[in-house]
């Protein structure tokens, strides 16, 4: 049997239902020949874990009936133990206590017909009795007249709750009201008010979110994908990687699952808005990477990180999520679908104010500079794993080379890691990098504008173009142009990712870094910064020329040439390494032989 077959939605909200016919063999005489199911949720995801589950019993339960052997349970997801959110709680209190009993009772009065007034008048009598119960039911907070449909709303949500549980009452207390008001609908209709609607908070909420709901279409995800498109125009102005986008969604489908999958996105408030940033700061880091909270609400990943002392997001990653979400609404102001432009921008004011002066990726000082060229990766060391620990391999590898390429050029980490062979050369007898912003072959430099960087003489001491030759003639052999060729190319990731993270775990290992200082690859471009300073040269000299900031002037953008000669970098690159904090490093022991 196939989910796609038998999920269907049905109704304004588009609540799915599992309908499955019954085998053939098992059809009786005034016995339905279908079982449906409500599935509780308008989430396609959530409702297929739960139609699991109600169709494998009834598989079990038609192999019964047929005499045959009972399959063993599958293996299929068990019942959540965590707390569904408030919306799902009040759908299926309304669902269950409410829209279903009062469609039955409709079909139950008009079976009526032609049975005499005393007949309607006890059953009018009998709804009444109800209702009088379930008003006392509804005041005391008694759960005895809807424990039954307490069990199927956490079937249908595919949950367990503690029966003593704060979740369990709330369960409770909504179906008192959804059943209060089902009862009351239906005296009112039984004493000639046929349109009669039940009215409560709860019914309300419900009605609100669906008149929230949005088009096909239209959900926030639908309308990010539609946004990233748009930014990845070619000739946008700011034009970004689809890649980029694709890594970033993460934020989105969080704020998506925070205000509900299906929100219309003109009903989204300020209140929204500031409710998603506040539950941001209570929110576990690492949602993803912890089996604990992978599949849990966020109500749960909150509650659970504040039991097991989970990490929280920083202020700096709660800043990029707000970031990420609210140029979507700018998009919807200016040059979204014209139907649902907005007037202003919830995320207005909300960015949490980080203190931009302080310096998150710090320099490397003398001393921190001799504790790692002198450490044992750039030595001999134990090998893979074991770079931290003395012993007798030569690592020559993109371990090797990539922060001792950072350190001596300043440049990017993804820069230098996605160098091809023909990036390398010797102009004017300097040896030097081509740091290429070419798209078609995937290289990329943050300002789009190409530059070279000019290699020190430690670097080819330490046999950087001896390395470099290896790889040329590699790759006439097996076409990978790749400098690094062991690099892989990950989706979201770029290349230059996986180095900057290996080389954290390998400072912390050899004790230049502790937890989260902000000491990385990234350091090795501030102190390039401090040592090009103290050697007397000004920002606005090795800014573009040595570090690749962006140039705003008219002049930058004529011609194709990328400014400085070799002979003026090595100049300015020597100069630096003359100054602190390179003055006091000694760089002495690269310069061995390599074998």
């Excluded at 949720?41 to 192999?63: G, H, N, Y």
């Excluded at 943050?446 to 430690?458: F, T």
Aim: aromatic share 6%.
């Amino acid at each position: 049997m196939s989910l796609a077959t038998y999920l269907v939605q049905r109704g304004k909200r588009g609540t799915w239902q599992l309908r499955v016919p019954v085998p053939r063999a098992l059809h009786a005489p005034g016995k339905p020949k279908e079982r449906v199911k409500s599935m509780g949720t308008t989430d396609r995801r959530i409702a297929s874990d739960r139609a699991l589950r109600v169709l494998d019993d009834w598989k079990r339960e038609w192999a019964m009936l047929r005499g045959e052997l009972v399959p063993a349970a599958s293996a299929l997801p068990v019942a959540r133990t965590v707390t569904p959110a408030d919306h799902e709680l009040d759908e299926a209190a309304v669902v269950l206590g409410y829209e279903l009993p009062l469609s039955a009772a409709d079909t139950g009065r008009r079976t009526l017909a032609g049975k005499g007034g005393n007949m309607y008048r006890a059953h009018v009598a009998f709804v009444r009795a109800e209702l009088e119960e379930q008003v006392r039911a509804a005041a005391t907070g008694d759960d005895a007249l809807v424990r039954e449909l307490a069990e199927e709303a956490m079937e249908a949500l595919g949950v367990e709750l503690d029966r003593d549980g704060e979740a369990y009452r709330k369960l409770v207390d909504r179906l008192n009201a959804s059943r209060l008001a089902n009862l009351q609908a239906q005296h009112r209709r039984n004493v000639g008010d046929l349109e009669a609607v039940g009215e409560s908070p709860v019914i309300a909420r419900v009605r609100q979110r669906e008149r929230e709901t949005a088009a096909d279409g239209e959900t926030i995800l639908d309308l990010y994908d539609a946004f990233a498109a748009w930014r990845c125009q070619p000739g946008r102005k700011r034009r970004r990687r689809i890649e980029l986008f694709q890594k970033d969604r993460v934020a989105v489908e969080l704020f998506s699952e925070f205000v509900g999958a299906k929100r219309a996105v003109g009903s989204i408030t300020k209140d929204d808005a500031r409710a998603f940033r506040d539950m941001l700061a209570q929110f576990p880091a690492s949602r993803g990477k912890l089996a604990s909270i992978a599949s849990a609400s966020i109500a749960d990943c909150i509650a659970i990180a504040k039991r097991d002392g989970l990490k929280i997001m920083s202020l700096t990653t709660q800043a990029k999520y707000l970031s990420i979400i609210a140029p979507l609404f700018d998009w919807l102001i200016s040059d979204g679908p014209r139907h649902l432009a907005l007037d202003s921008n919830v995320f207005d004011g909300l960015h949490p104010a980080l203190d931009k002066g302080e310096n998150r990726r710090p320099s490397f000082t003398t001393a921190q500079l001799n504790a790692i060229v002198g450490s044992p990766l750039f030595a001999r060391c134990g090998g893979a794993g074991k770079e931290h620990e003395v012993g007798e391999v030569a690592v020559r590898d993109h371990r090797y080379w990539i922060p001792l390429l950072c350190l001596f050029t300043g440049s990017r980490v993804t820069e230098i890691a996605q160098l091809h062979v023909d990036d390398v050369a010797i102009k004017d007898a300097v040896p030097l990098i081509m740091l290429k912003h070419d798209e078609a072959s995937g290289r990329r430099i943050k300002n789009k504008q190409s530059r070279i960087a000019a290699l020190h003489d430690h670097l080819i001491a330490a046999g950087f173009l001896d390395y470099w030759r290896e790889q040329l003639a590699r790759s006439k052999h097996d076409g990978n142009q790749q400098l690094f060729p062991e690099l892989k190319v990950r989706a979201h990731d770029p290349l230059g990712a996986a180095p900057g993270r290996w080389l954290g775990r390998y400072l912390t290992r050899i004790g230049v870094k502790d937890g989260a200082d902000g000491f990385g690859m990234h350091s090795f471009r501030h102190t390039m910064s401090d040592a090009m300073r103290a050697a007397g040269f000004i920002d606005v000299e090795f800014g573009q020329l040595v570090l690749g900031h962006s140039n705003n002037t008219i002049t930058s953008v004529y011609g194709n040439l990328p400014q400085g000669t070799p002979a003026r970098l090595k100049a300015m690159v020597d100069a630096a390494f003359r100054a602190e904090p390179f003055k006091g490093v000694n760089f002495a022991h690269l310069m061995l032989p390599n074998a």
